[in-house]
């Protein structure tokens, strides 16, 4: 069975602060991803890894970076928080290089900036 | 850019109701697509996938959607509800062949399932 899991169900923070959020997969995927959900709008891409140390741009990466030292753990870093990164954060993973497959969630991160 | 787009967002049924849910997507091209679904404090998972093949798919729990492609369409659909269906349901699609590996995710739909 494919285990995302996520450092945090929930997180406070300060505007301001340096926000890690970490995310583990446990199925040897090649591809994770970080999307943010919120009411209304649905889920949306701010970046994804396709391999370690790779990364590219989703549709909303303004604010945010990634790192992926590890094939199995694919972090999302807010620089600078700011209130209008109050959201829910997931995580995702999936087996696939060449095509869009089927993607594993994790329980997601809410997260608060105060 | 891609989009995805359901136009019910949110949704109240009595049990046994039959449920359609409408997804539409925009890219003319080879797709794969996906109906995800969040219930009440849990991940999100999948429902069901069309890649090729039937354009009817059968997923987990009595779900099916239909794949359209002259209408860019792939609603879901159930032909009686229960109150456990409360979830928000998400449709998404990827496009192989632009080499979007990522989905792009419609805005969901709330449904509520009145006993």
């Known amino acids: 069975d494919v285990k995302v899991t996520q450092s945090s169900r929930y997180l406070v923070k300060r505007t301001g602060e340096k926000v890690f959020l970490e995310c583990v997969q446990d199925?040897?995927?090649?591809?994770m991803f970080w999307y943010r959900q919120d009411p209304g709008l649905g889920l949306r891409l701010i970046y994804f890894?396709?391999?370690?140390?790779?990364?590219e741009k989703g549709d909303i990466p303004e604010g945010y970076s990634v790192s992926r030292e590890k094939k199995e753990r694919f972090s999302l870093i807010l620089e600078s928080a700011s209130t209008n990164q109050t959201s829910m954060y997931l995580c995702?993973?999936?087996?696939?290089?060449?095509?869009?497959?089927?993607?594993?969630f994790g329980p997601g991160t809410r997260l608060t900036v105060t | 850019a891609q989009s995805v787009s359901q136009h019910n967002h949110h949704v109240i049924l009595s049990e046994a109701a039959s449920l359609e849910l409408g997804c539409n997507y925009s890219?003319?091209?080879?797709?794969?697509l996906f109906w995800y679904v969040q219930y009440p404090g849990q991940h999100l998972q999948l429902l069901l996938k069309?890649?090729?093949?039937?354009?009817l798919v059968k997923g987990i729990k009595g779900f099916e959607a239909e794949f359209i492609k002259s209408k860019f369409s792939f609603n879901l659909r159930k032909p009686s509800v229960q109150w456990s269906d409360t979830a928000e349901y998400f449709c998404?699609?990827?496009?192989?062949?632009?080499?979007?590996?990522?989905?792009?995710f419609g805005s969901g739909t709330r449904l509520q399932v009145q006993p």
């Open positions: 995702a993973s999936s087996p696939d290089r060449d095509r869009g497959g089927e993607q594993y």
């Open positions: 199925m040897d995927h090649e591809n």
């Open positions: 890894s396709y391999d370690v140390k790779m990364k």
């Open positions: 890219y003319g091209g080879t797709v794969n």
């Open positions: 069309y890649f090729s093949g039937d354009p």
């Open positions: 998404a699609v990827t496009s192989p062949d632009t080499g979007r590996r990522a989905l792009t």
